[in-house]
């Protein structure tokens, strides 16, 4: 029997969400026949909608694929632990949960600990989900992160670069990443998650608490930022994602593929005599 979470997001959520993510499966890719993906749940409400959305998907689509619920507990308090499988239980996802110690090491890298976090996150995640017999992983990103992310590269890091779709593993071979909620807006899942009356797992690191940090954090100064544009431009975030998708290489002062590095002064001149 269908329940009213997967039930909206036939009705209410089908444009706002399901239609979304199909078009991003279609548009990137992201979904083959017979592939295995392990959906990789943190217990937010991204995750658990993605999860929640490949569930429903995976009954009417008409490319097989399979799914495992995966779900890395880095460290939780017991109360977020009981959170997470409260929700899973909740949403009839059959989740699988493994320990591992990356808050408590994170916690030792003073200066960047949420980037050695995300870091061992992902290789913890990538192992877990070869040993499952998948080759792919799916993330909840959605279309907020990736407007974030960009800006977040020009601001912090000083270059043009985004948060893609669909990603080979560096170090996991035949292993992919997928972000199958890359074109669904960050409100849509909020407005979800309110209409089933759901309440998720917000950060829950520990490490950030204690330290003051996650509101303070450079994507939350981002995140602020491209709220205050968007008040006077509604398509504000529409248009940082679509940067990436026009880049003119002629009004660029440099760029690279690999370690092939370009100058405009290498094609200046032949500009001018066309």
Not at 3 to 22: G, M, P, Q, W, Y
Not at 121 to 144: E, M, P, V
Request: charged fraction near 25%; glycine fraction near 6%; include cysteine.
């Amino acid at each position: 029997m269908l329940d009213e979470a997967a039930r909206s997001l036939n009705t209410t959520f089908h444009r706002s969400i399901r239609a979304k993510v199909c078009d991003a499966i279609a548009q990137y890719a992201l979904i083959a026949p017979h592939d295995r993906i392990a959906v990789c749940i943190s217990g937010g409400k991204d995750s658990m909608l993605l999860a929640k959305m490949l569930q429903e998907l995976q009954l009417h689509s008409d490319v097989p694929f399979s799914l495992r619920f995966l779900s890395m507990d880095p460290g939780y308090s017991p109360e977020n632990r009981a959170k997470l499988e409260e929700n899973a239980a909740k949403l009839h996802i059959p989740l699988e949960i493994f320990h591992t110690d990356v808050f408590r090491i994170a916690d030792t890298h003073a200066k960047n600990p949420c980037f050695l976090c995300a870091k061992m996150r992902r290789g913890w995640l990538y192992t877990q989900a070869r040993a499952l017999g998948c080759n792919k992983i799916a993330l909840g990103h959605h279309f907020d992160d990736v407007a974030e992310t960009i800006l977040m590269a020009m601001v912090y890091g000083g270059q043009v670069q985004t948060m893609m779709p669909k990603l080979h593993a560096e170090h996991y071979p035949g292993m992919e990443l997928i972000r199958p909620l890359y074109l669904v807006h960050e409100r849509d899942v909020i407005a979800w998650a309110a209409h089933n009356g759901l309440s998720f797992l917000d950060c829950a690191c520990a490490v950030s608490a204690r330290r003051g940090e996650g509101e303070g954090s450079k994507r939350a100064e981002i995140k602020a930022l491209i709220a205050r544009l968007g008040e006077g431009n509604p398509q504000i975030k529409q248009n940082i994602v679509n940067s990436v998708k026009n880049i003119d290489l002629t009004r660029v002062l440099g760029y690279h593929i690999g370690d092939t590095k370009s100058n405009f002064l290498d094609f200046y001149n032949e500009e001018e005599s066309k």
